[in-house]
């Protein structure tokens, strides 16, 4: 089955493990680029902070921000495989993806 997304455009997962994919829509896939080129800034921001001998505390402020903002990365994501990937493959009958899930789910709350 396939799925639109917020802005219209139809995304669906193949759940054949050999072509396992994701299809998110352009305004989706542009908008978590954007966000991990942020993310990839403040982790060169945080290696030059390191280079400078900046104080520990301001350091460690950064990587915490690195991590809310992975972690928003990965909710947008686990959100988006939940309504597409997810149902579609409950749909076809495929229950072993809800404890594939909550790996998963697992894994990201770590």
């Known amino acids: 089955m396939d799925q639109s997304d917020s802005d219209g455009v139809t995304t669906h997962c193949h759940s054949d493990t050999s072509i396992r994919k994701s299809h998110h829509s352009a305004k989706t896939k542009s908008q978590l680029i954007t966000r991990l080129n942020r993310i990839e800034g403040q982790i060169r921001g945080v290696k030059g902070m390191i280079e400078k001998d900046t104080?520990?505390?301001?350091?460690?402020?950064?990587?915490?921000?690195?991590?809310?903002?992975?972690?928003?990365v990965g909710k947008l994501l686990l959100e988006g495989h939940m309504k597409s990937c997810v149902v579609e493959r409950i749909e076809a009958g495929e229950h072993e993806v809800i404890d594939e899930l909550l790996i998963t789910v697992n894994k990201l709350m770590k």
């Open 55 to 72: 104080y520990c505390d301001d350091v460690l402020n950064q990587i915490a921000a690195i991590q809310s903002a992975m972690n928003g």
